[in-house]
């Protein structure tokens, strides 16, 4: 059973939660930012990580392909992760609770925690940094833009983004660590 104090800690975070969605999500209500989050939503669907994949492994030769694999594998991994997750938590997403949140975009599943798309985001940047360091500041960018954009679009609350992060982050470190050996080889 919560205590009084950890019961209003709880209440707190849920009621900043929602409103930082709120805050947000009213930027979507102007069509340049809609859109614009729209097109980076839809890149982090997969097709910036894709192309990411494939450029590394072109430039790179076999070190390249190598990384290419890491991401692949770690890839399906935080996909299985995220949907094991999302199964369990079953966290119906803003737009459905809240008759004033505006979704910016289609949405992918029915649940909201945690953001697949900042998971996977971190955790691309997090191995795909580590491997390839120029690269480093782009992906950082573009991972803070995507895990703005499902807030901003309404589709996720401020914590899903945040612990989506840290379990992407958390998986990539793991990711790091399992294929040392493999990239010292290398």
Known sequence: MMSIPHKAAMQYLITADRAVTFRLNRLSRWRAIRTFFRIVSSLGDGKFWYALIILIAAVNGMPGVICGIQLTLTGLLTLAIYKA???????????????????????????????????????????????????????????????????????????DVMLGALFGYAIGLVSLWSFSGISAAV
């Open 85 to 159: 997750v999302k199964g369990v938590t079953q966290r119906p997403r803003p737009g459905v609770v809240h008759a004033q949140i505006l979704a910016g975009t289609m949405v992918l599943d029915e649940y909201s925690f945690p953001s697949g798309h900042t998971m996977h985001a971190v955790m691309f940047t997090t191995v795909a940094g580590n491997l390839v360091p120029e690269l480093l500041p782009i992906l950082m960018i573009f991972t803070v833009l995507v895990a703005a954009s499902r807030i901003v679009l309404g589709l996720h609350y401020p914590t």
